[in-house]
T-cell receptor
Framework: GAGVSQSPRYKVAKRGQDVALRCDPI?????LFWYQQALGQGPEFLTY????????KSGLPSDRFFAERPEGSVSTLKIQRTQQEDSAVYLC??????????????FGPGTRLTVL | GNSVTQMEGPVTLSEEAFLTINCTYT??????LFWYVQYPGEGLQLLLK?????DKGSNKGFEATYRKETTSFHLEKGSVQVSDSAVYFC?????????????FGTGTRLLVSP
């Protein structure tokens, strides 16, 4: 496809379960971002990859959150022992270039996670 | 840290009315500024951007001017349509070592009635 895709689109988990959220960026895009969007709020940065390297994970809220991008393409955000406060929409974005210069970020539709 | 503040919604207008959504920011340095739009059931889309002071971004009849002296980037449209109903996010780019991340406001929902 031409855009960023994410799966699943919706995920319901019981408290304490582990979940894995997938992001397929636009082919050839070097940079990949994860954001968390709580209900009624704007997206907040979680982590950034340049190819397979995770250059910044300062936004991950706890050590229960883990992200990887082992081959520099598809990325997975994993949340262990989910809590109710993890309920949010998780957005993935990719951009063509890397580095400190501005590169437009293209967003996927998001995965809505609900923790019961 | 850097932050973005935008007016609370919802903003409710009739078709063809004039739109203003206020956005102000706090930042060190000279960030780029953006407006993103989120239509129901869709992902965030870049609406317009401005990369330096006094730049005007424009797209689809929307425009916003980067005002460094007032640290503002207000979104305007002269005549809204029902199809403009969406959530609008103001954002800035925060430069980190080796990459730029986006810092968003809380979003403003626009509802346009026929």
């Amino acid at each position: 496809g031409a855009g960023v895709s994410q799966s699943p689109r919706y995920k319901v988990a019981k408290r304490g379960q582990d979940v894995a959220l997938r992001c397929d960026p636009i082919s050839g895009h070097v940079s990949l971002f994860w954001y968390q969007q709580a209900l009624g709020q704007g997206p907040e940065f979680l982590t950034y990859f340049q190819n397979e390297a995770q250059l910044d994970k300062s936004g991950l809220p706890s050590d229960r959150f883990f992200a990887e991008r082992p081959e520099g393409s598809v990325s997975t955000l994993k949340i262990q022992r989910t809590q109710q406060e993890d309920s949010a929409v998780y957005l993935c974005a990719s951009s063509l270039g890397g580095g400190a210069s501005y590169n437009e970020q293209f967003f996927g539709p998001g995965t809505r996670l609900t923790v019961l | 840290g850097n932050s973005v503040t935008q007016m609370e919604g919802p903003v409710t207008l009739s078709e063809e009315a004039f739109l203003t959504i206020n956005c102000t920011y706090t930042a060190t340095g000279y960030p780029s500024l953006f407006w993103y739009v989120q239509y129901p059931g869709e992902g965030l889309q870049l609406l317009l951007k401005a990369t330096k002071a006094d730049d005007k971004g424009s797209n689809k009849g929307f425009e916003a001017t980067y005002r460094k002296e007032t640290t503002s980037f207000h979104l305007e449209k002269g005549s809204v349509q029902v199809s403009d109903s969406a959530v609008y996010f103001c954002a800035l780019s925060e430069r980190n070592t080796g990459f730029q991340k986006l810092v968003f406001g809380t979003g403003t929902r626009l509802l346009v009635s026929p």
